[in-house]
């Protein structure tokens, strides 16, 4: 009989662990943490995710910033937006909703936030950091993050001896997930849609994780008996 793992559950434990904290913080006389998202335009699934970026931040007390911009904001606009937001001393992370307009690089954006508030991982810094193996000091992206809750919530945070497959390469989800596997003692596998037979290497795994923008492309008789599965894809079918 396969167990569903309860993701509401987990998230309730994260958000009941960062309200505790943020509270002792406070008690202390310490500064609430503080937290900035930036919205660029009006793409609808971004609305949603930042409604809840901030939502989620005030609910844990987080002194919570949002800077909400028109579509046609220039790129010097929005890079004076992130200088003044990392030189704000009440602002300790600093998220900026992808996708960007296309006339505005976001590599550049993403590289001008401070790698100390750069709280989605994404700054060459933390992603090198992760790579490396740095991750008391690293900023991992959250849904990699997140998922290896999930999987930690299954077996355990030591995963030595065990055969993780990885499909998908990108650097939000795929590599940073391989990494976090590797640092949990796995065996990884990254794998991605050109991969050799890719429904025998994925039955290999004790943990597969499908991090592709393809619905159903991981079929039921690719997952071996036991195996722990973890879905990140969000598709419209």
Not at 10 to 26: F, Q, R
Not at 103 to 108: L, N
Not at 205 to 220: K, T
């Amino acid at each position: 009989m396969a167990e569903v793992i309860d993701g509401k559950s987990v998230a309730g434990d994260v958000v009941g662990a960062v309200k505790t904290l943020t509270a002792e913080l406070v008690a202390k006389g310490k500064d609430r943490p503080g937290l900035a998202v930036v919205i660029v335009g009006e793409d609808p699934a971004s609305q949603v995710y930042v409604a809840s970026k901030s939502r989620t931040a005030k609910e844990c007390g987080f002194h919570s910033v949002q800077h909400t911009l028109p579509a046609e904001t220039s790129e010097p606009a929005l890079l004076k937006i992130i200088g003044d937001l990392n030189a704000d001393p009440a602002i300790n992370g600093i998220l900026v909703q992808l996708p960007l307009p296309a006339h505005i690089d976001a590599g550049k954006i993403i590289q001008t936030i401070a790698p100390e508030k750069d709280v989605d991982g994404f700054h060459f810094i933390n992603v090198g950091k992760l790579g490396t193996g740095e991750l008391e000091t690293a900023f991992v992206p959250c849904t990699p993050a997140g998922s290896m809750l999930l999987i930690e919530r299954v077996r355990g945070k030591d995963l030595s001896g065990l055969n993780a497959v990885v499909v998908g390469r990108s650097n939000i989800v795929g590599k940073p997930m391989a990494n976090l596997l590797l640092a949990a003692n796995c065996t990884v596998t990254i794998a991605h849609s050109r991969t050799k037979d890719l429904p025998a290497l994925a039955r290999t795994a004790d943990i597969l994780v499908a991090a592709v923008g393809r619905p159903e492309m991981i079929r039921g008789d690719w997952v071996k008996p036991g195996a722990t599965v973890i879905d990140v894809g969000i598709n419209r079918i």
